[in-house]
């Protein structure tokens, strides 16, 4: 809920598929236990939250409106498939959004066997966003997408996505989807106010061009943008040692940027993270899809949709 009513919908691309104006990416959901040893959910997003605190943020997260999950099938090794099935078995209202390959070199013809295998994680009988995860040379995208538009013929999937796709080729998947009738509904990348390459490298203005939603995942920068951190306070693991977190000038500019969302926060009474999640919704066709490790952080993201910016604050975000 908004301050004024509901969460307002929003189409995803031209697919006709309504989605809120923010999802939750759930990486590290699931019994990470399991999960490979050298699993980026956890370098990325250090510790993971267990079965009481994930279904906090799944109530919390749908009581707010937001009801888009984005997972994959290599998230975890499964396991944040089979988290996210039982928590929403049942909920025909919520939206899931998941990824193929399960392997990273899995072949394209792996596709239909691995869906199935994800719907049944999922405990679904369609999903509705199915996205390639990343591009590889041993796996063509026209072919990727034939196989994706027989699972849309088959009722499998409502909607098709690309992930870490260049401009390039997401034009080439929207081309061949195309020549099946169906519109390429995302294209899922890292996209926050520390990480604006999608602005420079053309897939931000090809998402536009073509109707393609720009899915933005690692919208708070691996949790740069909450404010808690600087250059005298990193965060600890594996995160202390990548962008933003290390290097002279991006730390420099991780320190400008949070004055401003600091600052901005104040005004608005919310918090940075708030401020950095709301820059991007208010950007024409972009979707935010925070991670969130339990209903306070739940509650955090979904806090982004009561509130607006002025164009003057947006351009001082933007730098």
Not at 286 to 291: A, D, E, F, N, Q
Not at 295 to 309: P, W
Request: aromatic share 6%.
């Amino acid at each position: 809920m908004t301050e004024s009513g509901p969460v307002p919908a929003r189409e995803l691309g031209r697919t006709g598929v309504k989605v809120p104006p923010l999802g939750v990416g759930v990486m590290v959901w699931g019994d990470m236990t399991r999960a490979p040893r050298m699993n980026p959910a956890r370098n990325a997003y250090g510790p993971t939250s267990g079965l009481g605190d994930q279904r906090e943020a799944y109530q919390v997260s749908l009581a707010a409106g937001v009801n888009l999950f984005d997972t994959a099938a290599m998230y975890g090794d499964g396991v944040s498939e089979q988290r996210l099935g039982e928590l929403t078995e049942g909920d025909e209202h919520v939206l899931v959004a998941t990824k193929f390959p399960a392997k990273f070199f899995a072949r394209a013809d792996s596709l239909p066997e691995t869906l199935d295998a994800s719907l049944s994680r999922l405990r679904r009988q369609v999903i509705d966003l199915y996205q390639v995860h990343f591009p590889v040379r041993w796996m063509p995208i026209p072919r990727l997408m034939d196989l994706m538009a027989d699972a849309v013929a088959a009722g499998k999937v409502r909607a098709v996505g690309v992930s870490n796709f260049s401009a390039e080729q997401m034009r080439t998947a929207h081309a061949a989807l195309a020549e099946r009738g169906i519109p390429l509904a995302s294209n899922q990348v890292q996209y926050s106010l520390l990480h604006r390459e999608p602005e420079t490298d053309g897939v931000l203005a090809a998402c536009r061009e073509l109707g393609v939603t720009l899915i933005a995942y690692m919208p708070l920068a691996s949790g740069a943008l909450t404010g808690k951190y600087d250059a005298e306070h990193r965060p600890a693991g594996w995160r202390r040692y990548r962008a933003p977190f290390r290097g002279k000038a991006a730390l420099a500019e991780l320190g400008r940027v949070n004055a401003v969302l600091r600052r901005l926060a104040e005004t608005h009474g919310r918090t940075p993270a708030q401020i950095a999640l709301r820059w991007l919704v208010q950007q024409p066709g972009v979707l935010p899809i925070p991670g969130a490790k339990n209903g306070r952080q739940a509650a955090e993201n979904a806090g982004a949709l009561t509130f607006e910016l002025s164009d003057q604050e947006i351009r001082e975000l933007s730098g």
